[in-house]
């Protein structure tokens, strides 16, 4: 990570847009890097927290309203006790079975989304004209789910993929809006917009984009769900791009809790970010 961002540096002076994508969801066995971290955790925040605070100075030197944009989940609704602290950064004493994974990644898709909220909050301070974002791609068919359920490696995966499954075209526009929405607001949370017509639970923290904007600025983003019946999945897991208008986890929220996330970044890290 820090070889990549000092390459990048090293060739350009301004950074744009910084999209933190990367991933890795609910392996059957728990797996640690050789720092000794849960690898969801090192992979889909800790990365993303490095990441960003070494890019920092190229996107501060950007022209515009330069933006970071995290790619989270609504499986931070797997998280139901919160993120909880250990050995290996999330824990890693714990009996590692299907829940226990998934409620892991969950961790891992609540931090996204904290880190968002805490990142803006000090680039406000900082007096900062960066922008963060955040997104929920939906269930996209990628290789991101084979070998995640149980039964022959892939079968059930890649057969739920083709059932519920979005394009990866389709997948990467909350992304998109996320990075170039022009009425983009700070911590703007984007997903798919069957979140707002499929669940009656999670309606009311849906304000789609009416459909001339999105159509001006992302022509892509519409006409992509076809005519065939929901599946109860694809109610968080399909549709366009829209502005979610708040976070499913109120853990996202609250401020001594997104202190706290930073704090153990940091010192798992070894770093200062943004920090007296």
Not at 18 to 40: D, T
Not at 126 to 132: A, E, I, L, R
């Amino acid at each position: 990570m820090s070889d990549g961002a000092a390459a990048f540096l090293k060739k350009h002076k301004r950074l744009n847009i910084l999209v933190n994508n990367a991933g890795i969801m609910a392996p059957k066995q728990r797996m640690i890097n050789s720092r000794g971290w849960e690898i969801q955790a090192a992979t889909n925040h800790l990365g993303h927290f490095l990441l960003t605070a070494l890019l920092l100075p190229a996107l501060e030197a950007a022209d515009g309203e330069p933006r970071v944009v995290n790619v989270s989940s609504v499986a931070q609704l797997a998280a139901p006790r919160g993120i909880l602290y250990g050995p290996g950064y999330f824990p890693t004493h714990e009996k590692y079975n299907f829940a226990t994974r998934w409620e892991v990644y969950g961790m891992s898709k609540l931090a996204n989304i904290m880190f968002t909220h805490e990142l803006q909050d000090r680039l406000r301070a900082s007096g900062s004209k960066v922008k963060v974002c955040v997104s929920h791609p939906g269930w996209t068919a990628t290789e991101l789910q084979v070998g995640r359920f149980p039964g022959p490696t892939g079968v059930l995966d890649r057969a739920l993929n083709a059932i519920m499954g979005m394009t990866p075209r389709q997948g990467a526009l909350t992304q998109i809006m996320a990075a170039v929405d022009p009425q983009a607001v700070d911590k703007g949370f984007y997903g798919p917009s069957e979140c707002a017509s499929g669940s009656a639970a999670l309606r009311d923290f849906i304000t789609p984009l009416n459909a001339s904007h999105c159509t001006r600025h992302l022509p892509d983003c519409r006409r992509f769900l076809t005519q065939r019946p929901r599946l109860p999945a694809e109610w968080v897991a399909w549709g366009d791009a829209v502005v979610l208008g708040a976070p499913f986890n109120p853990a996202c929220k609250d401020k001594a809790l997104t202190a706290r996330l930073w704090r153990e970044s940091e010192d798992v890290l070894d770093i200062k970010f943004l920090s007296a």
